[in-house]
């Protein structure tokens, strides 16, 4: 007759920490210490503006006051979503061609290095040449449209994602890449499964450095010639000198860096959970 086995409490191992998984409360008490710094100094930064606008220490017509500013906020959110959107398409846009035409030049550059020589000097040539001296050379060629800016928007953001990947593609362990060659893996076979993987960390290192220089580049090639996007809006305000205007286009502008910049770290934590800079006692992310 056979007897019924019921489950015991599980041992632990000696010599095997174990680690439970976090509740929602301990989830929410980590995203709150973490979080609360920033968003102490961001409101001490907005006391002291609405301070010196209320003191009148500065002009109005220099510095408004963030009741002014959340007006043209609330009063003309149509007019400035509108623009917020085209921004941030070209911003997207760019960004997206950037990552893909810099990780295949990346894999490029490290499976030859005939590429690499010829290749990477005309990189670092592209990028200290400032950008905002060869937009306009851009809008002559390519019209008042979109392509002028996604273009610039691609230049920006296209370095930091080359340098990353290139680095994390080199930095992979010799004695794995040796492993798989004894054990008859093919090239392709060896870059899936072992040197993209292992470079994807310093992949996303370039990427949220990409993402907000890529607001920069299409925010670059607005000013330089365009009729839509908040560039244009922020050119318009300071022609006109209205002030609001310019403060709210600018917040709108550097919300969308942060918001892009957030949405990648979430990626990059949802996608290496296993690496040491999503740890609990790293303190470089946002959340």
Same mark, same amino acid.
């Not at 917020?84 to 760019?94: K, N």
């Not at 894999?107 to 200290?128: D, G, H, N, R, W």
């Not at 893996?185 to 949220?208: D, E, N």
């Given at each position: 007759m056979s007897q019924s086995v019921m489950p015991g409490p599980t041992k632990e191992i000696a010599g095997v920490a174990t680690r439970n998984r976090p509740g929602a409360g301990e989830r929410f008490g980590k995203a709150v210490e973490t979080s609360w710094r920033p968003v102490a100094l961001l409101f001490a930064c907005f006391v002291a503006w609405w301070a010196v606008a209320a003191a009148e220490l500065v002009e109005p017509y220099l510095v408004p006051s963030p009741g002014a500013t959340l007006d043209v906020l609330t009063g003309q959110t149509s007019y400035i979503w509108e623009h917020?959107?085209?921004?941030?398409?070209?911003?997207?846009?760019?960004f997206v061609i950037a990552v893909v035409v810099g990780v295949l030049a990346a894999? =490029?550059? =490290?499976?030859?290095?005939? +590429?690499?020589?010829?290749?990477?000097?005309?990189?670092?040539?592209?990028?200290?040449v400032p950008k905002i001296a060869i937009a306009p050379l851009f809008v002559v060629w390519l019209g008042f449209g979109i392509t002028p800016k996604v273009l610039i928007? +691609? !230049?920006i953001a296209f370095f930091p994602v080359v340098i990353?990947?290139?680095?994390?593609l080199k930095a992979v362990d010799p004695e794995m890449l040796q492993l798989s060659a004894?054990?008859?893996?093919?090239?392709?076979?060896?870059? +899936?499964?072992?040197?993209?993987?292992?470079?994807?960390?310093?992949?996303?290192?370039? !990427?949220?450095v990409? +993402?907000? !220089?890529?607001?920069t580049g299409a925010v670059v090639g607005e000013f330089v010639g365009a009729n839509e996007g908040l560039g244009y809006v922020i050119l318009q305000a300071n022609g006109n000198l209205?002030?609001?205007? !310019?403060?709210?286009?600018?917040? =709108?502008?550097?919300l969308i860096g942060v918001v892009l910049f957030v949405l990648v770290e979430i990626a990059e934590k949802l996608l290496l959970p296993w690496h040491a800079s999503r740890r609990d006692n790293n303190v470089t992310t946002s959340f």
């Open positions: 917020t959107w085209v921004t941030t398409y070209e911003t997207l846009l760019g894999v =490029v550059m =490290v499976y030859s290095s005939t +590429v690499e020589k010829t290749l990477y000097p005309i990189l670092l040539f592209a990028q200290v928007a +691609v !230049l990353s990947m290139v680095t994390g004894t054990m008859g893996a093919k090239p392709w076979q060896t870059f +899936v499964k072992i040197r993209f993987p292992a470079s994807l960390p310093h992949l996303f290192s370039g !990427l949220k990409a +993402v907000t !220089l890529a607001v209205d002030t609001p205007m !310019l403060f709210a286009g600018l917040l =709108v502008m550097s």
